[in-house]
């Protein structure tokens, strides 16, 4: 490396030599991402050794994978001595009372085999029935080794002659050889393995397994046979089954003198033709234990010949598992062979295949009796496995399954511009994947690839964007969290973007629904919605409520319950309308009295020119609901009109009734002096001039005395008063008094010089408006006017406000 930095820093080079400058430095980068991607790859690379070698971190322990080669060569070699410890331990128990010198030796080394196999199972990994994850920890393989084979197969390992010399050659020894026949069950997982590989015919295999099975079973029954015959002292060897036998011209009164496999081929000839009942009756049980024998025998051997022609029938109906498993992987076989698929690749399907097999009871086909209503509670979610190295999603591919780890490790990788793999995280148990891509319908973001055997749980898009319709609740928690959850790990913004965009859109989605609900009148869809988890005060794109759309419908039954669930009953949309007022607007009486009833405020903003302009509409019925509902009659515009200035101008009698009867003043004056009466002669209405007129006499006849019309005209009228000329200058102001209007200009001027300190008894003050005029008549006043106290006789430049003055502003 620091021979190829100095050949890169060269300055002057021939042109070859740029060339091969060139080529170095390409070789230094091309080196560099080298080692970068073998990095990446040291995780994963780790876990195909442990594979391949059947080491699995070594920090804890050493442990044998079970698919390692080596202990593949091993389970071969104890296969073999499996078989013979499974055919020989039935006939040492019938025809031998000791062993010879050549089966000692070999039944011993058989022994020493076998307990070398106890002590390697303490080291040889497994696989979980549940989850089918690989568990590599010392003491669940110790606890489960020891829970199924561990002592049968230690007490099948005793030298059993040994001990038998030893005791005396007492007969009871013998029967404990009976355990070793537990190694059978290394041929059954032999013939197991033999079904599962395509490269054998399936009808071959079969047909193998049950002939072995018959001619064990007819094994073990002529041993006993023999082994019965024997039980009888030798001077009563003619009271057996072979001792009275004579077969022609050949007795075997004498038996035991016979060579051993003349005895064995007579016995295993008793053994199939009694099995198989086709017997001429030439060897017939003699004694009561052979009879007994006899019995027991043939009563199993209705089983097993029920057994036998089941399994035949299958072989012919091709209905078994195995035969679906083996046909599917022929067809898979002949199509990776079609398109020449890589090494790697074949063996990733075909253990994928083989592991669903292996977990074929997760398939919902077993649920296929059940209701319905009960299969659509289970069946949403799929139970699937991956093998290390399989890829579940691609980048940037469009994916609608959605998964949760439930064991195992998966790894998620993002592949740049340059073609460079990345890890971002790794997926453990309780993790979830393809969420992003499912809600927010964007491709997926990233590769998820599996590290170590994994057990998943899969749910399709479909399903679960029908659980979200009906938990909305639900729904609007996993969006938000999704959110949160991701926002660490998301690189791009744009990403981030589309999810924020997506909560948005479900959200505005759900309120949509439950106004929806409401403008239909669908009291029972508003009921699901709404305790299913949405929010019944959200709003739509105008700012309206359920409520809202409810009350200008007219809906008693729902505005009720949406009052129940305490909504804000006095929600402002984005036109200023409440609840209240949409029931006013299109006459529902019953639903605006019952929203009144609940507290529900009628908020106008600037009530005085929303008035006016339903007085103008001529809509005197909405006033009415209006006025009823707590609506000022007396409230103004902008010009200080009030409702009723507008209905005497334009000669509205029933309108001008209307606001009377429901307290309208006819002597209020707008912003020009006019009063509600005046505006009535210059419209010219007799009737409506009647009405003012009996109305304003009523109104001064509730008055006591004049002052208190006086009052009444200048009720609730404030001034701001300051002590300067309005034409001084802008700097050195100071601030004036706020007070109310009193009935004469003196009571006026008396209280201001007094607030403002100016205490010269002589002098006459008086009162100017913004504009310079002088102000005479308390009634000339407006609410809100700006007034200027000045001295008339004093120069404009020697104005300004007093200097002891103490409370510059009091509002009064």
């Not at 003491?139 to 001990?163: E, Q, T, V």
């Not at 407006?782 to 000045?790: A, E, N, P, R, S």
């Amino acid at each position: 490396m620091e021979s190829f930095k100095k050949k890169s820093l060269r300055i002057g080079h021939s042109e070859e030599e740029g060339s091969s400058h060139g080529r170095e430095e390409y070789m230094v980068e091309q080196l560099r991402e080298r080692i970068q991607s073998t990095r990446r790859g040291n995780e994963f690379t780790r876990r195909r050794f442990s594979l391949i070698t059947g080491l699995k971190d070594l920090s804890q322990g050493w442990f044998i994978h079970p698919d390692n080669r080596w202990y593949k060569a091993w389970e071969k070699f104890i296969l073999i001595w499996a078989i013979y410890s499974s055919f020989f331990t039935p006939m040492e128990f019938g025809f031998f009372r000791g062993l010879p010198e050549n089966l000692f030796i070999l039944d011993i080394v058989g022994q020493v085999a076998f307990l070398f196999d106890i002590i390697l199972q303490f080291f040889v990994a497994y696989r979980d029935s549940h989850s089918y994850k690989m568990i590599y920890k010392r003491n669940p393989i110790a606890i489960r080794y020891i829970k199924s084979y561990f002592f049968p197969d230690l007490l099948a390992c005793m030298p059993w002659d040994i001990i038998y010399k030893a005791c005396g050659r007492k007969e009871e020894v013998r029967y404990l050889l009976w355990i070793r026949l537990i190694r059978a069950r290394r041929l059954t997982d032999f013939f197991q393995r033999m079904e599962k590989d395509i490269r054998i015919n399936y009808l071959f295999t079969r047909i193998v397994k049950l002939i072995a099975v018959e001619l064990y079973c007819t094994h073990t029954a002529a041993c006993i046979f023999y082994y019965l015959a024997t039980m009888i002292p030798k001077e009563k060897e003619g009271y057996t089954w072979i001792g009275s036998l004579k077969l022609g011209d050949y007795s075997y009164s004498h038996f035991r003198e016979i060579d051993i496999w003349t005895r064995y081929t007579t016995s295993m000839y008793f053994a199939i033709v009694t099995m198989a009942t086709v017997g001429y009756g030439d060897i017939h049980a003699v004694n009561l234990r052979e009879m007994i024998f006899v019995m027991i025998y043939v009563s199993f051997d209705m089983i097993l010949g029920a057994y036998l022609i089941g399994n035949m029938t299958a072989l012919i109906v091709k209905g078994s598992k195995t035969v679906r498993y083996r046909d599917k992987m022929t067809d898979l076989t002949k199509y990776m062979n079609r398109n020449r698929l890589g090494k790697e690749l074949r063996n990733q399907i075909k253990g994928h295949l083989r592991l669903q097999y292996e977990s074929s009871f997760t398939d919902a086909s077993v649920l296929q009796d059940i209701p319905m209503s009960i299969r659509a509670k289970v069946t949403r979610v799929h139970e699937e496995f991956f093998l290390p190295g399989e890829v579940i999603m691609e980048q940037g591919s469009v994916v609608d399954q959605l998964y949760f780890v439930c064991h195992g490790v998966l790894e998620e990788v993002v592949i740049g511009a340059d073609g460079l793999e990345e890890s971002v995280s790794l997926l453990e148990s309780n993790s979830s994947f393809g969420e992003i891509s499912i809600l927010c319908n964007i491709p997926q973001p990233c590769t998820v690839r599996v590290c170590e055997l994994c057990r998943l749980l899969r749910i399709d898009k479909q399903a679960f964007s029908s659980i979200l319709e009906i938990c909305f609740h639900d729904g609007r928690k996993v969006l938000t969290n999704l959110l949160e959850g991701k926002e660490s790990n998301i690189r791009l913004k744009q990403l981030e973007s589309d999810i924020t965009f997506h909560v948005g859109k479900q959200e505005a989605d759900l309120a949509l629904r439950v106004n929806s609900a409401a403008f239909y009148g669908d009291l029972y869809q508003l009921k699901s919605v709404i305790r299913s988890g949405a929010d019944p005060n959200k709003e739509d794109y105008d700012g309206r409520t359920a409520l809202h759309l409810a009350a200008s419908k007219g809906y008693e039954d729902i505005t009720m319950f949406l009052i129940q669930e305490h909504v804000d009953i006095n929600a402002e949309d984005n036109f200023g309308n409440t609840p209240l007022l949409e029931a006013i607007k299109n006459g529902h009486d019953k639903v605006a009295s019952l929203l009144s009833k609940e507290g529900a405020i009628l908020k106008i903003d600037n009530p005085g020119s929303y008035l006016c302009s339903v007085v103008a509409k001529g809509d005197s019925d909405f006033m009415r609901r209006l006025l009823s509902n707590g609506m000022d009659p007396n409230s103004k515009d902008y010009d200080h009109r009030t409702p009723l200035h507008v209905a005497a101008s334009q000669g509205l009698y029933l309108m001008g009734k209307l606001l009377v009867e429901a307290g309208a003043s006819v002597l209020t004056k707008d912003r020009w002096g006019n009063s509600p009466i005046d505006e009535g002669r210059i419209c010219g209405n007799k009737n409506m001039i009647r009405l003012l007129e009996e109305a304003k006499t009523t109104q001064l006849l509730d008055s006591p005395r004049s002052n208190e019309v006086t009052e009444l005209t200048n009720a609730k009228k404030k001034c701001t008063v300051f002590a300067f000329h309005p034409w001084d200058p802008k700097e050195g102001k100071k601030h004036g008094v706020v007070m109310w209007v009193p009935h004469t200009m003196e009571e006026l001027i008396e209280a201001v010089s007094h607030q403002l300190g100016m205490l010269d008894a002589e002098a006459k003050y008086i009162v100017l408006s913004e504009d310079g005029g002088q102000v005479l008549e308390a009634d000339m006043i407006t609410d809100g006017q700006k007034l200027y106290l000045i001295h008339p006789t004093k120069p404009l430049e020697d104005r300004g406000t007093p200097k002891n003055i103490e409370n510059p502003c009091i509002y009064v």
